[in-house]
């Protein structure tokens, strides 16, 4: 099998269209010419289905080393899909801290549905008691945003399905190209591909992989029915980003390590957290399941800073949420992408408010810690 930038690159082959064209035409039809004796074309309408759209859909399957994947509009539009695959009377387990969004998903709209919502502080601590039969579902994200807690994918997917749940993981913080939940046992993966996919801050994506075909058909029939789909155009650049998502995560994560060492020796800060900085065993888990801590981490300055002194003196790291473009971020998780959560639920799972998450981008790394040092001092 070929290696991952390869498959990325070559996913079309520019000999399935008429001029061989090296990248896909973009199709912008809402409908298409059907067989007046009855029966479907291969296209029908664009909400259920579009020619760009399924060969981006292709494409991030074959990335992914997965049977079938399906694009929505957002992120949340895929894991809108995933949780939605839920019925009244079901429960969801939600390993915590989540993205806000997943988070408002599975705490205003789910019970809205007659499914409720348990959240599981510690993933480490579960297990079949925590299962009863109505447990249809353990949705989580590892690393957890913002807090960079680790958890065993292979582990809760022999717990989920010994006790009759599937298992969904928002794979949004690695990206196939470090962590493959599906062959860790993992039903679906969904991921934000606004993020590290898409990787250049100008798109919102999302999309939801899995290996069985029931599954999959639920989640094509989600973009059908909700109409929570991605337009062609986008469909196409998203196409083209994914090629290069390889050497840019390289590049990034390469980043994050030495401006991560770059903070540790610094006096202004108190603590760095990355993929496995919790304790020995999350550490072991992320050597076994991932292939390197990502290049996104979270941080806290030393015990007087001013933040909003450090926040306003940067100049090449911008302050906003998102993450995973070419393009450096840093924010208050707290406050800003688990905006959503009560302040119980920020306490209880570890969401602190002086908390700092980094995204890193692919600048020279020079330029990111000649920025931060700049700060620390402007912090003091
Ligand atoms: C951003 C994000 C989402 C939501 O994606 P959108 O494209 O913004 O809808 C979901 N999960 C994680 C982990 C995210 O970071």
Do not use: W
Not at 103 to 122: M, N, Q, S
Not at 160 to 173: E, I, P, Y
Not at 285 to 298: E, N, V
């Amino acid at each position: 099998m070929a290696g991952f930038n390869t498959t990325a690159i070559h996913a079309i082959d520019p000999r399935d269209n008429e001029y061989r064209a090296i990248v896909p035409p973009v199709h912008m039809a809402s409908t298409f010419g059907q067989p007046t004796e009855g029966g479907e074309g291969p296209f029908e309408y664009s909400r259920g289905g579009n020619p760009t759209r399924s060969k981006l859909e292709e494409s991030l399957a074959k990335i992914e080393g997965a049977k079938h994947a399906s694009a929505y509009a957002t992120g949340m539009g895929a894991s809108a899909a995933a949780m939605g695959i839920l019925k009244s009377g079901e429960t969801l387990l939600m390993g915590m801290p989540v993205y806000g969004g997943n988070y408002r998903f599975g705490t205003i709209e789910l019970p809205k549905r007659g499914v409720t919502t348990r959240f599981v502080a510690d993933m480490a601590e579960l297990s079949d008691e925590d299962f009863d039969e109505t447990v249809k579902m353990v949705f989580l994200e590892t690393p957890t945003n913002p807090t960079l807690r680790v958890s065993d994918i292979e582990r809760i997917a022999e717990l989920a399905h010994r006790n009759g749940a599937l298992l969904v993981v928002d794979n949004t913080f690695m990206t196939p190209y470090l962590q493959r939940p599906l062959e860790l046992g993992a039903d679906i993966t969904v991921q934000s591909a606004t993020k590290y996919l898409g990787g250049h801050g100008d798109l919102l994506a999302g999309v939801a992989a899995t290996n069985s075909d029931e599954l999959a058909d639920e989640l094509f029939k989600s973009q059908l029915i909700n109409g929570n789909i991605m337009a062609p155009t986008e469909a196409y650049r998203l196409l083209q980003n994914v090629k290069t998502l390889g050497i840019r995560m390289d590049r990034q994560q390469q980043n994050a390590l030495k401006v991560m060492d770059f903070l540790k020796g610094h006096d202004g800060v108190a603590e760095v957290i990355y993929a496995g900085s919790a304790n020995e065993r999350e550490r072991e888990i992320q050597q076994r399941q991932a292939q390197g801590l990502g290049a996104l981490f979270s941080f806290k300055l030393a015990p007087g800073a001013n933040t909003k002194a450090f926040l306003d003196s940067l100049e090449v790291f911008t302050f906003a949420v998102s993450l995973g473009g070419i393009e450096s971020l840093i924010c208050l998780p707290a406050t800003m992408t688990q905006g959503a959560y009560s302040e119980e639920h920020l306490k209880e799972f570890g969401v602190d408010t002086d908390l700092i998450r980094v995204a890193v981008g692919i600048e020279d790394v020079e330029d990111l810690i000649a920025d931060l040092d700049k700060a620390l001092s402007a912090a003091f």
